[in-house]
């Protein structure tokens, strides 16, 4: 069962987040050869203020 983690910044869409999960699926899915219903997807989000880019927050740097 092939298990798929994405770190993301917050502010995705829940539709965003909907495509990306089945996008992924079908990716994975077809490159290993399994079905779509073993494959897990597991979206973590973190506030922006969380995560860094060059010594600065991504909040600080507008992203």
């Known amino acids: 069962m092939p298990i798929a983690e994405v770190h993301l910044l917050e502010g995705r869409t829940v539709e965003q987040k909907r ?29 922006k203020e969380h995560f860094g880019i060059g010594g600065v927050s991504a909040k600080d740097l507008g992203r």
């Open 19 to 47: 495509k990306l999960i089945a996008e992924m699926t079908r990716a994975i899915s077809e490159s290993v050869d399994v079905k779509p219903e073993q494959v897990r997807v597991i979206i973590h989000e973190m506030p």
